[in-house]
């Protein structure tokens, strides 16, 4: 029997078992939702919002771009803010921008006012967002790793299946309301999250001592934000059009290398991923699988709209079995601990379902696409909280924050990738030939991310296998047919 490290027995023994009360579990659900509940919702405005202020929908199609494109560049710099200072005034700070975004959106006549009011609801929720993943990690302190890891499934549970009812949500509040209730959920939900967390007050929140004399590294912030606003505009139709962002994002990208090599504590910790490149591995796999399922949940309805010839209501049928197998397996997926051995399912079922979108065609029958749809029921159910815990098992815990907000900044790059593709594939309207070469596109990142996926775990079963000293440690990270 190995022996088990001194730590282990003190973990043990100061963490006795313990559950997250739900006065501490309540208000973090509420504030990570809002943001992929705000990433989905809006889809069902669109139209109603072109014509109710008259503007045509290259237009109208930058209230989803904004949000996007807000996120990916804010995510990484909030979380590392998130590491710095105390995260409650970060979580009911980012919630109350939301309150006041969402009735300013609610209220606006003008197209630019709703762009605007979207881009401050992306940084509001990507705040509350990287807040409440401290939030978890600072609890471990005084609920135990386990219970810790509990909670941060169960929120990422309750997002998965968040986007996944965004689309059915939108409908029930877009249809009798109006486009302005899209905006207008955000304040009952963001209030009720600000009165909930008081509780998350409590939460001990320290630093080492000479940490709180550290900067927030405000270049690095600032040469992150370049990097990825000039990355993503190099993807979407702007009005400075694609060469001055394509031309700026190879010297930015340069700056930051350079900055944050040096900086005591970066935003992007660069010298980590050059020592652990399993983490970069798992950034690039998370980027690939997000154009996946936004082509297969945004570009997928266009598709059977247009090219297939389906009403709305056919769409939701075909949508409707995956959104609710994909919410089942999210949340059964809680109890499991190791969440690589699903994953590893997930991807290959999302590779099966790539392939099978090669054989569709505008004279498939509606129940063989449904289930075709559900073979990507399970990467939606687990792709996030299984890529989440992976970076909680990679980082230092002073650096949750920053790592996994950068990895949701890959997240959403994917989304804006995905806006690309439907451009470049689809054009103006969608055509059941024009399918093709997008499941080629789709087939090809899957077989990298199950091929990548054999090989990170025959480098892992390796290492273990040649290191005497991994073998005895019961903390070690093992490959999948030890664990």
């Known amino acids: 029997m190995p022996p088990v490290s001194p730590s282990a ?38 139209v109603l919002v072109s014509e109710g202020l008259h503007t045509s929908m290259k237009h109208t199609v930058w209230l989803v771009i904004a949000f996007y494109l807000a996120s990916a560049t804010i995510q990484p710099v909030l979380g590392a803010m998130a590491d710095r200072i105390p995260p409650f005034p970060l979580f009911s700070g980012g919630l109350a921008l939301v309150a006041a975004a969402g009735t300013m959106g609610a ?76 905006f207008l959920i955000n304040v009952p939900i963001a209030l009720c999250a600000i009165a909930l967390s008081l509780p998350l007050r409590h939460l001990r929140w320290h630093r080492a001592p000479g940490e709180n004399r550290e900067t927030l590294d405000p270049i690095g912030m600032l040469l992150t934000i370049a990097v990825m606003t000039s990355g993503c505009l190099t993807l979407t139709d702007t009005p400075v059009g694609h060469l001055i962002p394509a031309i700026t ?87 499991i601990h190791d969440k690589r051995r699903i994953l590893m399912v997930a991807n290959i079922t999302q590779l099966c379902g790539t392939l099978t979108l090669l054989l569709v065609d505008g004279a498939t029958p509606l129940g063989v696409l449904m289930a075709i749809m559900l073979l990507f029921a399970a990467p939606i159910g687990v792709l996030y909280m299984a890529s989440q815990d992976e970076v909680f098992r990679l980082v230092p815990k002073e650096q949750v924050g920053a790592s996994v907000g950068l990895m949701r900044a890959f997240w959403y790059s994917g989304a804006i990738v995905t806006a690309a593709l439907s ?56 490959p999948l047919d030890v664990v």
Do not use: K
């Not at 054999?454 to 990270?477: G, M």
């Open 249 to 335: 994002v190879g010297p930015a990208l340069a700056a930051l290398i350079w900055w944050e090599s040096r900086h005591p504590r970066p935003v992007v910790d660069v010298r980590l991923i050059g020592r652990n490149p399993l983490l970069g591995w798992v950034y690039f796999r998370f980027f690939i699988s997000g154009v996946v399922l936004y082509s297969v949940t945004i570009l997928g309805p266009q598709w059977l709209q247009q090219g297939h010839d389906l009403t709305i209501f056919d769409v939701g049928l075909v949508l409707a079995p995956m959104t609710f197998l994909a919410a089942v397996i999210s949340l059964a997926a809680v109890r």
């Open 107 to 182: 209220l606006a006549n003008d197209i630019s006012v709703l762009i605007v009011s979207r881009a401050l609801i992306a940084v509001g929720t990507s705040a509350s967002y990287g807040a409440t993943v401290v939030l978890i990690r600072i609890a471990a302190d005084d609920y135990g790793p386990s219970a810790a890891g509990r909670a941060l499934s169960i929120t990422a549970a309750f997002q998965q299946c968040a986007a996944a009812l965004a689309p059915v949500l939108g409908g029930a509040l877009v249809g009798p309301f109006g486009w302005r209730a899209a």
């Open 9 to 46: 027995h003190t973990a043990d023994q100061s963490h006795p078992a313990r559950r997250f009360s739900l006065g501490l579990l309540v208000p973090m659900l509420l504030g990570t939702s809002m943001n992929p509940l705000n990433s989905s919702v809006i889809a069902m405005s669109l």
């Open 423 to 478: 451009g470049i594939i689809f054009g103006e309207e969608a055509s059941a030939s024009e399918l093709t070469p997008l499941a080629l596109s789709l087939v090809t990142g899957c077989s990298i991310v199950v091929l990548g996926d054999l090989l990170v775990q025959q480098i892992r079963r390796r290492r273990f296998a040649s290191n005497e000293d991994l073998r005895l440690d019961p903390d070690v990270d093992r």
